[in-house]
């Protein structure tokens, strides 16, 4: 846990030193900015999310 934690307090310092994330593919990374406000998500984690819990919910139903 204090590694997670050390590492999480990281991640602002490290920002600056990784190339610019929009130029990354659209389906790796997907980079929302106004004003100010970054929002940063993985389309390809959501689908892989998406279609996990759908696999774990339909294992559960039929057995």
């Not at 991640?11 to 790796?28: C, F, K, S, V």
């Not at 919910?57 to 057995?63: A, D, F, I, M, S």
């Amino acid at each position: 846990m204090i590694a997670l934690g050390i590492i999480l307090m990281a991640l602002p310092l490290l920002g600056r030193y990784m190339p610019d994330l929009e130029r990354l593919p659209w389906i790796i990374v997907w980079v929302y900015r106004q004003d100010g406000f970054y929002f940063a998500t993985s389309p390809l984690l959501i689908i892989v999310s998406i279609v996990s819990i759908m696999l774990n919910y339909l294992n559960r139903t039929q057995g």
